[in-house]
């Protein structure tokens, strides 16, 4: 019999200017949490490097070999877990990317994605960031599957506002999807949960952010509260902005249930309306 339920930990850490110091405090948060029992562990959004686009290129590493690589790929297998490793600035063929990869129990990597939606935005007095200045998109969707247990979709920060990418993971049979992510002190407060929720409850599957605490000494302030919604659209777990473990237990019978007594993937209206998935 597979299992049904498993506990998810949501690292919410404090990134500094030293990337060995990121690494060893994540590795440390990793290994708490497998203490406590959880069996699928995430960390931020660029956890090993400051946010910003002045940064990407200073904190690169080729995946292959860098030492955020070779750090996830240990703890992942030291401690038994599966291990979404936030993001990290990756250089590869020449171009920059923000980059999430996955680790199995045994070490080995899952997975690999490449943020696909560039984190461009202006908001006049507020808040203006063009990722693209820096960095190169990704062209893949990304899911893993974790054991027997259920299938992973994977998307990094901004890609979460992109309802379609949420809808074809889950017709691709996953149940939970993880966004690595940092929001900021203007869409933060707004929509950091308001698009978690919505994507829990079109899908009917998990949503799970993870972010780095707040800073606000940092250039980029982060919002924090990393957060677990559950498919019913409730907040199942979260914390303010400090940095913080968060736990949230996954059940996928749960799931089951929402979707058989509201079972809206069986009335669609394909005759009307479609979502086109035009690459892997
Ligand atoms: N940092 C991001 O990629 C996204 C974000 O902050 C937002 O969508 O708002």
């Known amino acids: 019999m ?25 590795g440390r948060f990793i290994q708490e949490a497998a203490k406590k029992g959880a069996h699928l562990v995430t960390l931020p959004e660029c956890f090993n490097s400051p946010y910003g686009t002045g940064y990407f290129a200073e904190y690169a590493e080729q995946l292959e070999t860098g030492e955020s690589s070779l750090a996830l790929s240990s703890a992942a297998k030291e401690n038994k877990i599966y291990l979404v490793g936030g993001s990290i600035p990756e250089k590869k ?16 990597l899952l997975a690999v994605h490449r943020k696909v939606h560039l984190f461009d935005i202006d908001i006049p007095g507020k808040i203006k960031f063009q990722e693209s200045e820096t960095l190169s998109p990704g062209n893949e969707f990304t899911s893993f599957q974790m054991g027997d247990i259920c299938k992973v979709g994977v ?15 889950a017709r691709n049979d996953c149940r939970l999807l993880i966004y690595p992510g940092a929001f900021n002190m203007t869409t933060g407060p707004a929509h950091w949960e308001l698009l978690q929720r919505c994507r829990a409850v079109d899908n009917q599957v998990y949503v799970a952010t993870a972010s780095p605490a707040r800073s606000e000494s940092s250039s980029y302030v982060a919002w924090g509260h ?19 473990v968060v736990y949230a237990d996954i059940d996928l019978d749960f799931l089951e249930q929402i979707r058989s007594q509201i079972p809206i993937t069986h009335q669609r209206r394909p005759d009307m309306y479609e979502v086109v998935q035009k690459k892997n």
Not at 93 to 108: A, E, H
Not at 230 to 243: F, H, L, M, N, R
């Open 93 to 108: 063929d020449g171009k920059l990317y923000n980059t999430c990869t996955v680790w199995g129990p045994d070490g080995g």
């Open 155 to 169: 998307g990094i920060c901004y890609d979460i506002r992109f309802a379609e990418m949420a809808q074809i993971y």
């Open 2 to 26: 597979s299992i049904t339920k498993f506990k998810l930990a949501l690292i919410q850490l404090a990134v500094g200017t030293n990337k060995a110091e990121n690494l060893l405090r994540a």
């Open 226 to 244: 990393s957060s677990a919604v559950s498919p019913w659209g409730e907040v199942i777990a979260s914390t303010d902005e400090k940095e913080s």
